[in-house]
């Protein structure tokens, strides 16, 4: 079998041993060279075996000359040091290693029968270019730098990796033109220097088998496992792709560590509530310590930890976990041994002083892991050190988009004027000067505003409290009364007389203050007596009644509850839906907008060019977004319809829309960390936002909202004419049917001339 390509070259390639031979025959010729004799009889066998000078070109001849090939090369492999080399004869290009060192064969029987040796990440482009260039440095002159390092990734008996780096010894090699070379000129040399994706350029320059590489090569392997899993575990931890992350890094550990078992967790230290958790930020290596998802320090997990790792700053080993177990009285030890580890390291990650969080290996072998080799972690703790900081960064970056996006006012269409400001302040301070920071106001801005409302909200609520009221002092009256049984009838006369009234009270509608004061008086003085009774008869009585007070299961809460959760759903499904449609709405202009959840869903948007200076505002954009507004509102009352059969309460929603058309300013006020109407000329527009919810049309004790119907206010000509078109646009949708009321409102304070539209929305 001739000798196997392992990858395409410009070189015809010859394994010869001429150079070896002809230093035999130097040494032969020499009568005061006291080898000269051993030479002879070397030379004499080698005579019989041309093909070693001439060029073998079969595995079969290698096999068939091996114990020659080792006598000529005694002197490159020392017997001596056999057992420590990890050395063996190559043929670059070619899948061919023999000669073996000792340590070497002992490494290759370990990898098994299977394995087949081979230089990672070491393809055909750039195996290529390489060649060329060394043909370039050895025969034109240049002096191009293309070392990379080469590696053997070998497997051991117990299944763990370890990384050889690949040293040549060219120095048996030589290289000469053949008859195929193509002569190059100083420009071919300069194109080649420019193009070095263009392969095909290279293998044209240098054709296929046009220059003839012989000889040998003397391979050296030296065990950079350890760097080279430092350097991967550079590479996985710079690395945004966190897919098979935790078999990489375990990967990367066993090969550290030649252990096979080894598993590697980690857990999350949070400084401001002092506990150890399990959330690991994006990284999804889970805790083999935590028994739940968190622990406080105070609660921490065993006094030596606490003591090495969280106060010292020092790596905590323990390397036979199972007599750990029996030392100690901690729950570590068991808890360690029901995870089936038997050894365990615990390294804490520091950033300038600060503990980020702690990194744990554990093995299921006992002594493997332990206080000696747990140095091993100081090279690549730097490393995790920076990823752990630069994953809390991030998080904190996220938490803050958050806090931004679901609880301050602080839009991002406006953001930019925010960050203006603080960046001022930013250089102010770091030039050592005084700055104050600007009010944030942007002028002449479009107001839209628009609400659905849950309307009977508030009598339902009402009518929740007093049902709940009822069934608890109906109960209460019971308990009551078996107090007088057991504890004699004046003890509790008093309070029963008073629970009696509030019965009573509650025949009629409640008022906004009745909820509040009958709790209170339960809560202070008729239940703060009962608990105070010591009579074991009473007992299951009042355990009875006490289950149902709790707000979260109690019955004595049953319909506040039904209130509370159908007005949160309703809420949480309206909010989403305009969540999601004002992103899109941002797209056709750049536009503050905030909502606010109250029985119902409101929300302001200003739109203009102060918000966005650069991108052109004209009144088309407005025009764009109230039709945008008025379809978003119509179809937010389409998807409540969508949900209503499941809800506990039917309630009916109301859709309204104030058409504001005058500009106005909004101010950031600092106090409140939200935007207002700036100045009281601009004032007009909150004053009729405010008013109009609860308006009746004029001449009548009809409310201006409608259930299932869009309700739209104006106050001038324009702007009807406006609505107008958009409710013939929303017609042929069919989102909006045929008939079109229109009418007064009642004059309000300080506001008259008010008119509306009002359309059914179609289901």
């Known amino acids: 079998m001739g000798l196997p ?15 070896v031979i002809e230093k035999l025959e130097k040494v032969a010729s020499d009568p005061n060279n006291v080898k000269a004799a051993e030479a002879k009889e070397l030379l004499a066998e080698i005579a019989l075996h041309p093909e070693l000078r001439d060029g073998i070109n079969t595995i079969e001849e290698i096999e068939q000359n091996a114990e020659l090939i080792r006598r000529m090369l005694a002197d490159y492999f020392p017997a001596e040091l056999s057992e420590n080399e990890i050395k063996a004869v190559g043929l670059p290009y070619r899948k061919v290693v023999f000669n073996f060192s000792e340590r070497f064969k002992r490494i290759l029987d370990a990898a098994g029968p299977d394995f087949d040796i081979g230089i990672r990440d070491f393809d055909e482009h750039q195996s290529y270019v390489l060649s060329c260039c060394i043909i370039l440095n050895e025969h034109y002159g240049t002096r191009l730098d293309f070392n990379k390092p080469m590696f053997y990734d070998i497997p051991t008996a117990n299944g763990t990796i370890k990384h050889y780096r690949i040293l040549y010894n060219a120095d048996f090699l030589h290289i000469t033109p053949t008859e195929r070379s193509v002569k190059l000129t100083q420009e071919d040399i300069d194109l080649l220097l420019d193009n ?19 000889g040998f090569s003397l391979m050296n392997l030296y065990d ?34 030649s252990l096979p078992d080894l598993r590697v967790g980690f857990m999350l230290y949070n400084k401001e509530a002092n506990i150890f958790s399990n959330t690991n930020l994006d ?61 365990i390291i615990l390294a804490p990650v520091i950033k300038n002083g600060i503990l980020l969080g702690v990194l744990e290996l554990v ?32 998080f904190q970056n996220q938490v803050q988009a958050i806090i931004q996006n679901y609880y301050t006012t602080i839009h991002t269409s406006v953001y930019w004027r925010f960050r203006e400001e603080a960046q001022k302040l930013i250089h102010a301070r770091r030039q050592g000067e005084s700055y104050a920071l600007k009010e944030v106001i942007f002028n002449d801005v479009y107001p839209l505003y628009g609400q659905i409302d849950i309307k009977g909200s508030s009598e339902a609520r009402n009518a929740s409290i007093q049902h709940d009221l009822k069934n608890q002092l109906s109960a209460l009256l019971v308990t009551l009364y078996q107090a007088e049984k057991f504890c004699g009838k004046a003890a509790f006369e008093g309070e029963r007389k008073m629970v009696e009234g509030f019965m009573n009270e509650l025949k009629n509608p409640i008022l906004a203050s009745t909820e509040q004061h009958i709790t209170d008086y339960l809560s202070s ?37 039904k209130y509370e959760t159908t007005v949160s759903l309703i809420n949480d499904k309206l ?63 389409r998807a409540y319809n969508e949900i209503k059969p499941r809800l506990p309460f039917q309630f009916e929603v109301t859709t309204l829309i104030l058409a504001y ?53 104006y106050s001038s000509d324009t702007e009807e004419q406006e609505y107008r078109g958009y409710i013939a646009k929303l017609q042929q949708q069919h989102l909006l049917g045929d008939e079109i009321e229109n009418f007064e409102l009642e004059d309000l304070q300080g506001v008259a001339g008010l008119r509306a539209l009002r359309v059914k929305i179609t289901h």
């Open 575 to 637: 909010t989403r839906y305009l969540d999601v449609k004002e992103a899109e709405a941002q797209l056709i202009f750049p536009h503050y907008y905030e909502r606010f959840k109250t029985d119902g869903v409101e929300h302001n948007m200003y739109i203009g060019a102060s918000i966005s200076p650069d991108r052109g505002f004209n009144l088309t954009h407005l025009h764009h977004l109230r039709l945008w507004q008025l379809t978003a509102l119509c179809e937010m009352e």
């Open 363 to 394: 093995s299921s072998t006992a002594k493997a892991l332990n206080s000696v080799n747990a140095h091993k972690l100081e090279m690549v703790m730097p490393f995790l050190t920076d990823t752990v900081e630069r994953g809390v960064s991030e």
């Open 525 to 561: 003085v008729v239940h703060y007596k009962l608990l105070q009774q010591n009579c074991s008869d009473l007992r299951p009585a009042l355990d009875s009644y006490f289950a149902e007070t709790n707000k979260k299961s109690g019955d004595f809460y049953i319909h506040r509850r």
């Open 224 to 257: 950079a496992t350890v760097e080279n899993a430092v350097s991967l575990l550079k590479e996985k931890l710079l690395s945004s792709d966190l897919a098979n992350f935790k078999e990489s890094m375990e990967s990367i550990f066993r090969s550290i560590y």
């Open 661 to 713: 058309y005058t500009a106005i300013s909004i101010r950031f006020r600092m106090d409140e960390k939200r935007f207002d109407i700036d100045g009281t000329y601009n004032a007009r527009f909150e004053i009729v936002k405010k008013r109009i919810d609860k308006a009746h049309i004029k001449n009548s004790a009809e409310r201006i909202t409608e259930a299932g119907k869009v309700t739209i206010v």
């Open 283 to 343: 990284n999804p290596l889970k805790s083999y310590i935590l028994k739940e998802g968190e622990i406080g320090l105070d609660n921490t997990i065993c006094m030596e930890f606490y003591n090495d790792t969280v106060q010292e700053r020092n790596y905590f080993a323990i390397a036979d976990v199972e007599r750990f177990a029996g030392e100690n009285n901690s729950g570590l030890g068991l808890h360690l041994l029901a995870e089936d580890i038997r050894s």
């Open 196 to 214: 070095y994706d263009d392969l095909e350029l290279w293998k044209a320059k240098f054709p296929k088998e046009s220059w003839m590489l012989r």
């Open 5 to 19: 390509l392992n990858i395409e070259s410009p070189f015809e390639i010859h394994l010869s041993f001429f150079e």
